[in-house]
């Protein structure tokens, strides 16, 4: 249970199969943790990310389970702990909703989103804490600008980041005397599957005309959101606590 108590630290990235969730686990590997790779349904994609952690010569652990499931967090926690017998970094990045205007959604949407985003991230949180115990911690979830702005469809996904940016302020200040710093990072548009699908179910053109309206530069890449993240985990990084971080290519800053 603790044989690797002391050796190389360990970061689980829920959601890591695909986009932002694959570039985080991609990079904590690379800057030398061992990943624990979460999926929901894409078993093979998870593997294609572990083995690529396995490239960057860290040990990587694959795990499934569907968040909006109350016992999932605890189980991918304990499979952490039997594994590794400890936990560095928490990066909370999973995320799944209806893309509906708000009159459409059901309770059933509500449910599931609520679950998957805010219960998820407050149970992993929670089990989190006692792999932690002894050493310096980082906690990083992932929100979006949807809790900031009005989003096409995003009525329900932003209601919920929102409250999860709350748990960051609260658990940033509980979890400081353990020294585990709590932040969040708020992605713009970033070109994943779940953007795409965004697009092309509420945007005219879908995807394809969507991003030939943007600004080259204000898409986002996984891989820009993976660098903040990890900065987040790095001793500079750990002295932001509490923040929920916009990182947005100033799509969500006012024009005068
Ligand atoms: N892309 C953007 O423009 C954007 C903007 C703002 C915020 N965000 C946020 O960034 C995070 C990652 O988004 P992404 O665009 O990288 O998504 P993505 O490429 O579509 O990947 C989603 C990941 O979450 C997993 N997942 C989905 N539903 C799940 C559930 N119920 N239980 C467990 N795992 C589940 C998926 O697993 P499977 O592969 O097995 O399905 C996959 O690994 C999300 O929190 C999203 O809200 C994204």
Request: hydrophobic fraction near 45%.
């Amino acid at each position: 249970m603790t044989a690797q108590a002391d050796g190389r630290p360990v970061a689980l990235v829920t959601g890591s199969s695909r986009g932002i969730g694959r570039a985080s686990a991609l990079l904590f590997a690379e800057r030398g943790h061992d990943v624990v790779v979460h999926y929901r349904r894409e078993g093979d994609a998870a593997e294609s990310t572990a083995k690529e952690v396995r490239a960057a010569g860290a040990d990587a652990l694959v795990v499934q389970g569907d968040l909006s499931e109350t016992d999932v967090p605890g189980r991918i926690l304990t499979e952490t702990a039997e594994r590794f017998g400890r936990l560095d970094v928490l990066v909370a990045n999973a995320a799944a909703t209806a893309f509906k205007p708000l009159l459409d959604v059901g309770t059933k949407h509500l449910d599931l989103t609520m679950r998957t985003v805010v219960q998820s991230f407050l149970l992993l949180a929670q089990g989190a804490v006692p792999l932690m115990a002894g050493r310096p911690g980082a906690i990083v979830a992932v929100s979006g600008f949807d809790s900031i702005r009005v989003v096409a469809n995003h009525g329900l996904l932003g209601a919920a980041k929102a409250a999860l940016e709350q748990l960051v302020r609260y658990l940033a200040v509980e979890l400081a005397p353990r020294d585990i710093a709590v932040n969040s990072v708020l992605p713009g548009m970033v070109s994943t599957d779940s953007a795409r699908l965004w697009a092309d179910t509420s945007h005219p053109g879908g995807w394809e005309a969507f991003s030939a309206e943007r600004q080259p530069d204000t898409i986002i890449s996984p891989e820009q959101i993976a660098e903040v993240i990890a900065f987040l985990c790095t001793p500079a990084g750990r002295c932001i606590r509490g923040h929920n971080l916009i990182v947005d290519a100033g799509i969500t800053l006012p024009f005068a």
